[in-house]
């Protein structure tokens, strides 16, 4: 015989064998530690064991499929689903594509210029940073569609070696 109860805390209902009655377990639901209640006080029903289709158990049998009446496969979530008066508020703003931003006020081609980092090594100098402000000036701020880091692995001739650089990509309208 099974007991059915509900959770004090989070009221979900359970359904527990007579035998465990008077023990401490975790709700399924809330995780809360809750008493199981003894057979017949208030606010709890029995149930026997009796969903076993249309064929009736001989005395002392127990079901053909032991695990339908456990305790784990009679665990019901009752979840309360929050109910809004106004329309949800977008969370994640969606970007605008890129494509129609310069279809809307430009007829100019899209390009794209990458510049990378080894490329702008003259010397022992590192001029990446002029190179860039340089090439971004000339095409203007209005025209410039993005701007974009990449990093890029090479052969480096003289040790032999795969080297991870960096560089920038930038899309415009031009």
């Known amino acids: 015989m099974d007991i059915i109860f509900n959770c004090p805390e989070c009221e979900q209902e359970l359904e527990v064998d007579s035998s465990g009655a008077g023990t ?10 809750i008493l199981i209640p003894q057979p017949g006080t208030e606010g709890t029903r029995t149930a026997t064991p009796t969903d076993t289709g249309n064929i009736p158990l001989a005395p002392g049998a127990s079901p053909v499929n032991p695990i339908s009446s456990s305790a784990a496969a009679k665990v019901e ?5 929050p109910v ?33 980092h080894t490329d702008c090594i003259e010397v022992g100098h590192d001029r ?13 701020e209005k025209n410039i569609v993005s701007i974009n880091s990449i990093n890029y692995t090479f052969l480096d001739i003289g040790t032999q070696k795969l080297m991870t650089e960096y560089g920038v990509m930038v899309i ?3």
């Open 24 to 33: 401490e377990i975790d709700c399924p639901s809330c995780g809360e530690k």
């Open 77 to 81: 979530m009752h979840l309360k689903v």
């Open 84 to 116: 809004h008066a106004a329309p949800a508020a977008s969370l994640i703003a969606k970007p605008t594509v890129v494509a129609e931003i310069v279809s809307r006020d430009s007829d100019k081609k899209i390009r794209i210029k990458t510049i990378r």
């Open 128 to 140: 990446f940073d002029e190179i860039v402000s340089q090439f971004l000036g000339k095409v203007g």
């Open 172 to 174: 415009y309208k031009g």
